[in-house]
């Protein structure tokens, strides 16, 4: 049973930075391909990014695209997100998530495990 837990949210100013982290345990973390998901009031949970077992493939949702970085450090067990010219729209709670295919999707229901989620508020 993977257990994950998300860190790193908080208030920024648009334009500003955040890098979240999504620390795993229980399992043997580079077994699973990870993703990063968000959801702001009112809205269905989408898909940010989503890497890799061994980081050999990465997908980003357009929005997104040239702001945010995903990686990983399977020694530490953990998973970032390196946030860039955050925007307004961007303010949501940001979910980590993994399962054990061996391919990336940036779908909710093809992951099994979830974090609790990390408030993200750009405003100025």
């Known amino acids: 049973q993977l257990q994950l837990v998300e860190s790193g949210g908080g208030l920024v100013q648009p334009g500003g930075s955040l890098r979240l982290s999504c620390v795993a345990s229980?399992?043997?973390?580079?077994?699973?391909?990870i993703g990063w998901f968000r959801q702001a009031p009112g809205k269905e949970r989408e898909g940010v990014s989503c890497?890799?077992?061994?980081?050999?493939?990465?997908d980003y949702t357009d929005s997104i695209k040239g702001r945010f970085t995903i990686s990983r450090d399977n020694a530490k067990n953990t998973l970032y997100l390196q946030m860039n010219s955050l925007e307004p729209e961007d303010t949501a709670v940001y979910f980590c998530?993994?399962?054990?295919?061996?391919?990336?999707?940036?779908?909710?229901?093809?992951?099994?495990?979830w974090g609790q989620g990390t408030q993200v508020t750009v405003s100025s």
């Open positions: 998530a993994a399962d054990t295919r061996p391919w990336c999707s940036n779908s909710p229901g093809a992951y099994v495990y």
């Open positions: 229980g399992s043997a973390f580079d077994y699973y391909t």
């Open positions: 890497i890799s077992r061994r980081a050999v493939t990465t």
